[in-house]
């Protein structure tokens, strides 16, 4: 008689640690409980969250749950997500939160953490002061490397692929603008990673970048993100039993990227030592990023080698890399590669597509970029002394671009309403943390968070908040034109709001390249000729952490500028 009755009881108990553990708790107990459910369900169970993830609704969905229930939000009984400065992402990201494992789950290459997968900002700050200088805006603007990198990629190939698409006189002829941007800033990415000798020429190889741009889709794709990103375990488990969440070409395919990236590592360690026994690598065929990590690397190994009790640890040469070395080498310029040209491309062909739908101000652009000496333009064939030599080129000075007021808008709009990376960017709450804010005159609130709590703010919902950026789905440049900043705290709100490129310690290294980048080929484009658009069907962004169009291509006519 008496087992029944201690089987009953066990059982009850059961019942009741569920009931308090998965119910009390998280609805009423947990510091979490007082913060707004997105979802009837958020404080019970993760599902709701996953399932918008799963079907590639995130950023809209998140953003629609802010509107309705205020800057701080519960997405899951573990998870919270922010949408305000004070608070918000001036307490996370400025506040130095670890990355969650998220990154790690989906942003390691060759199985070696990078920059940007790191999410303990130890190594992650050992590994930024190795690289970080070679992206600094002062260091860009006057590196004669990537001022040769540009004029051989906007005046050896861009320019002469404009020129003969505008003398076209079939008006139904177009480019597909969002492969060209994508190779272009590929180009410029790999050429200062690894030099113009060994890096990408997509520009002038269509059939080269549509092959990668596959590839690179299929990796990036939102399932294969889910899987790999959400759900780890759950997927290594699956697979073990043979049942792949990711398909096989997926990871194929990433085997092939990774492939090409290490034979352009390779070819730079081997440059690297060339350089270093006779000095003569040409200006535009150094490789400045990897140079600078690899001999940061080998500064590292001999300052421990020297601390090190066992001195045995064998020199190495720069060509024979030791292969975690090689690996960690090659995970880091795979990361800048991936990060710096699917975000300048996706702005760009944004930008393209607002300026092609706004003739007036295309015309006002262009005028500005004539004002640049000399203007980034086709060199005109030297008439006067019948001689068929064009003249020769030159870049406008970096500062002078740079100081361009509408480029600089146009730019600025086309990040804030088409954030190339809108979705979330998740941390992990330290202990005593507090979010959101409690103002003076009693509006807000303020909520203790435990630790070890998912917390994210979306580029998309920052930028969309209508008090700081009114009417804030329109594509508005003069938003960011000095006389509209007068009249708000001389344009201190907006910049506060602005976020395309993150903000804090973990904000993206490589925003002066991109805007240098994006600023050039502008100029390229649109000094001496004029879009219109030819089909953009499929062009709303994808709702994604990067986002680019959802159909992959925008189709844009080029025509003479007069
Ligand atoms: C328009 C162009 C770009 C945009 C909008 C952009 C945006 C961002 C954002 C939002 C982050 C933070 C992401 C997070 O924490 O989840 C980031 C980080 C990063 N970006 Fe960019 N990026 C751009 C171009 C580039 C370029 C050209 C490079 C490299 C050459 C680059 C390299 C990186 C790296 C390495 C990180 C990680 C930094 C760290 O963890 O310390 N990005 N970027």
């Not at 029944?4 to 019942?15: E, G, H, Q, Y």
């Not at 103002?439 to 919902?461: E, I, K, L, N, P």
């Not at 030819?534 to 986002?547: K, P």
């Amino acid at each position: 008689m008496a087992l029944p009755n201690i089987s009953v009881f066990a059982f009850i108990l059961l019942c009741f640690v569920v009931i308090y553990q998965y119910l009390v708790h998280p609805t009423f107990l947990s510091p979490l409980s007082k913060i707004p459910n997105a979802h009837p369900s958020s404080h019970l169970s993760p599902l709701w969250i996953l399932w918008i993830r799963y079907t590639g609704r995130e950023n809209r969905t998140v953003f629609a749950a802010h509107e309705r229930n205020g800057p701080v939000i519960r997405l899951g009984p573990n998870e919270v997500s922010v949408n305000c400065v004070d608070g918000g992402i001036r307490t996370v990201y400025a506040g130095g939160f670890e990355k969650h494992g998220w990154y790690a789950n989906l942003f390691e290459n060759y199985g070696t953490p990078n920059m940007f997968s790191t999410t303990h900002s130890r190594p992650h700050s050992a590994r930024k002061r190795m690289i970080s200088n070679v992206y600094a805006k002062s260091v860009l603007q006057s590196s004669p490397t990537l001022s040769t990198i540009s004029y051989t990629i906007l005046y050896e190939r861009l320019l002469p692929r404009l020129v003969v698409a505008a003398s076209s006189t079939n008006p139904t002829q177009g480019i597909d603008v969002f492969q060209l941007f994508s190779a272009l800033t590929m180009d410029f990415v790999t050429c200062y990673q690894f030099g113009l000798a060994i890096g990408s020429n997509w520009t002038q190889n269509s059939r080269g970048c549509e092959h990668f741009l596959d590839l690179y889709r299929d990796r990036t794709s939102s399932k294969a993100q889910f899987w790999a990103g959400e759900l780890p375990n759950l997927t290594k488990c699956f697979k073990r039993f043979g049942v792949r969440m990711v398909p096989r070409w997926v990871d194929d395919g990433n085997a092939e990227i990774e492939a090409w990236c290490l034979s352009m590592c390779d070819a730079a360690a081997q440059a690297v030592s060339r350089g270093g026994e006779t000095q003569e690598v040409d200006v535009g065929d150094e490789p400045v990023v990897f140079a600078q990590l690899l001999n940061a690397m080998e500064k590292e190994r001999e300052k421990s080698s020297s601390t090190a009790s066992d001195q045995s640890v064998a020199p190495s040469s720069p060509t024979i890399l030791h292969q975690q070395q090689r690996l960690a080498l090659a995970s880091e310029m795979l990361d800048h590669l991936a990060a710096g040209f699917d975000t300048s491309g996706i702005t760009l062909t944004y930008l393209a597509w607002e300026l092609s739908r706004h003739p007036s101000l295309q015309r006002q652009l262009c005028a500005e970029l004539r004002t640049l000496s000399p203007p980034l333009q086709p060199p005109t064939p030297n008439t006067n002394n019948n001689s068929t030599n064009n003249d020769i080129p030159s870049l406008p000075s970096p500062k002078d671009l740079d100081a361009l007021p509408l480029l600089h808008a146009v730019v600025m709009e086309t990040l804030r309403l088409h954030a190339a990376i809108p979705g979330g960017q998740p941390r992990v709450t330290p202990p005593g943390c507090v979010l959101g804010a409690a103002s003076a005159d009693g509006g807000g609130t303020a909520y203790a968070v435990s630790a070890g709590v998912r917390v994210s703010a979306y580029a998309h919902g920052l930028h969309r908040n209508a008090d700081v950026f009114p009417d804030p789905e329109a594509w508005r440049p003069e938003r960011w034109l000095p006389a509209a900043s007068d009249t708000d705290d001389g344009g201190g709100r907006t910049a506060r709001h602005f976020w395309a490129f993150g903000s804090g310690g973990r904000m993206c290294v490589g925003s002066n390249l991109a805007l240098h980048e994006i600023k050039l080929i502008v100029a390229a484009v649109w000094t001496g000729f004029e879009t219109t658009v030819l089909h953009d069907e499929g062009i709303e962004q994808r709702d994604a952490y990067t986002a680019g169009p959802e159909g992959g291509r925008l189709v844009l006519r080029f025509e003479k500028a007069v």
